[in-house]
């Protein structure tokens, strides 16, 4: 994904705090935190891969699917890689 250069940095940045709601969730676990902390923790956890997910998914469709220029060849392509990466989220 050659086109998410530029938002390399704000990715890596989102990436690295679900690793430390991840860290997180595993002391509270390890420490036998109460079940509602535990929910909460999951609950951010899912939240920050679905807006991540988001991001990239309007990146591809942008880059592979809309840019003008593109072949039809291109955009099927880029269409079937959203989709399918879709799917297998979704699961």
């Given at each position: 994904?050659?086109?998410?250069?530029?938002?390399?940095?704000?990715?890596?940045?989102?990436?690295?705090?679900?690793?430390?709601?991840?860290?997180?969730?595993?002391?509270?676990?390890?420490?036998?935190?109460?079940c509602?902390?535990?929910?909460?923790l999951?609950?951010?956890?899912?939240?920050?891969?679905?807006?991540?997910?988001?991001?990239?998914?309007?990146?591809?469709?942008?880059?592979?699917?809309?840019?003008?220029?593109?072949?039809?060849?291109?955009?099927?392509?880029?269409?079937e890689?959203?989709?399918?990466?879709?799917?297998?989220?979704?699961?």
């Amino acid at each position: 994904m050659a086109h998410l250069k530029q938002d390399k940095d704000a990715l890596l940045n989102r990436v690295r705090r679900i690793g430390g709601q991840v860290q997180a969730l595993e002391r509270a676990l390890e420490g036998d935190a109460e079940c509602g902390r535990t929910l909460h923790l999951v609950a951010a956890i899912r939240g920050a891969v679905h807006g991540l997910m988001d991001e990239l998914i309007e990146a591809h469709a942008r880059e592979h699917v809309a840019r003008p220029g593109l072949t039809d060849e291109e955009r099927k392509q880029g269409l079937e890689e959203v989709l399918e990466a879709i799917r297998r989220y979704a699961r």
